[in-house]
C-alpha cells in the first residue's frame, strides 16, 4: 500500500521569504509524485510532477521540488513567496499499476499556505 | 480553450432530495472522475470512469450514482442515502496512458468545482 504525508497542514512565511511544503510518501513501487496547488473556491491545477526523470522537477510560478528517493521525500520550494502563492497544497503519490486508491491515486491532506504582507 | 466544466457552482439542497452535478470536457479524455473535498481530509474518490458506458466505484461510492453515456459527460447524482453530503466536489479527467496496462497517467485535470450544502 502507499501513503503519502504533508508534514505541516498550515505554513505561514512572509512575502519574499523561501517556502518549504514538506511531504514524505510510503510506496512499495517507485511511484510518480505530483504537486497541485488550488486557491479558494477552486479546482486543482498541476505545479509539477515527478515521473523517473531528472530528480530535480521544475514547476510553474518558480517552484520546484526534489525527489529524495533515500528519505522518500518530495518538498516542494520556492525561492520567493509571493501573495498570489497563498492557496492550499496537495502533495499527491501515483503508482501506475495498483495500489493507492481505485485510481492508483493517493493525495496528502493538503498544506494551507499563508503569505504574511 | 479546451477544460472541464462543472454547474451549478454553488448547490442547496433540502434532506431528502437527490441533486445532480454535471461535469463536462471538451479534452477528448476518455478517462473522468468525481472527488469530494472536506476541510482537512484531502480528496476521496467518489467514482470513475474509464471509458464510455462504464464506469467503478472508488473508495466513498455509497449514496452517489454515475452515468457515462458519452466521453463529454460524467454527471454525478448525490442520493438522499448520503447521510453527510455537504461538501465540495471535484470533477477531474486524465490524458489516456501511454501502456496497455496502465489505469490512467497520474496528472488530472480539475474543473472549479461545486459546492453542496444540505440546508
Known amino acids: 500500500a502507499q501513503s503519502v504525508t504533508q508534514l505541516d497542514s498550515h505554513v505561514s512565511v512572509s512575502e519574499g521569504t523561501p517556502v518549504l511544503l514538506r511531504c514524505n510518501y510510503s510506496?512499495?513501487?517507485?511511484?510518480?509524485l505530483f504537486w497541485y496547488v488550488q486557491h479558494p473556491n477552486k479546482g486543482l491545477q498541476l505545479l509539477l510532477k515527478?515521473?523517473?526523470?531528472?530528480?530535480l522537477v521544475k514547476g510553474i510560478n518558480g517552484f520546484e521540488a526534489e525527489f529524495k528517493k533515500s528519505e522518500t521525500s518530495f518538498h516542494l520550494t520556492k525561492p520567493s513567496a509571493h501573495m498570489s502563492d497563498a492557496a492550499e497544497y496537495f502533495c499527491?503519490?501515483?503508482?501506475?499499476?495498483?495500489?493507492?486508491?481505485?485510481?492508483?491515486?493517493?493525495f496528502g491532506k493538503g498544506t494551507h499556505l499563508i503569505i504574511q504582507p | 480553450d479546451g477544460g472541464i466544466t462543472q454547474s451549478p457552482k454553488y448547490l442547496f439542497r433540502k434532506e431528502g432530495q437527490n441533486v445532480t452535478l454535471s461535469c463536462e470536457q471538451n479534452?477528448?479524455?476518455?478517462?473522468m472522475y468525481w472527488y469530494r473535498q472536506d476541510p482537512g481530509q484531502g480528496l476521496r474518490l467518489i467514482y470513475y470512469?474509464?471509458?464510455?458506458?462504464?464506469?467503478q466505484k472508488g473508495d466513498i461510492a455509497e449514496g452517489y450514482s454515475v452515468s457515462r453515456e458519452k466521453k463529454e459527460s460524467f454527471p454525478l447524482t448525490v442520493t438522499s442515502a448520503q447521510k453527510n453530503p455537504t461538501a465540495f466536489y471535484l470533477c477531474?479527467?486524465?490524458?489516456?496512458?501511454?501502456?496497455?496496462?496502465?489505469?490512467?497517467?497520474?496528472?488530472?485535470?480539475f474543473g472549479e468545482g461545486s459546492r453542496l450544502t444540505v440546508l
Open positions: 477531474a479527467s486524465s490524458m489516456p496512458p501511454r501502456g496497455p496496462y496502465l489505469r490512467n497517467t497520474g496528472e488530472l485535470f
Open positions: 510506496s512499495s513501487y517507485s511511484p510518480s
Open positions: 515527478y515521473t523517473s526523470a531528472a530528480t
Open positions: 499527491v503519490v501515483f503508482y501506475l499499476y495498483s495500489g493507492g486508491g481505485a485510481d492508483g491515486l493517493t
Open positions: 479534452l477528448n479524455h476518455d478517462a
Open positions: 470512469s474509464q471509458i464510455v458506458n462504464d464506469f
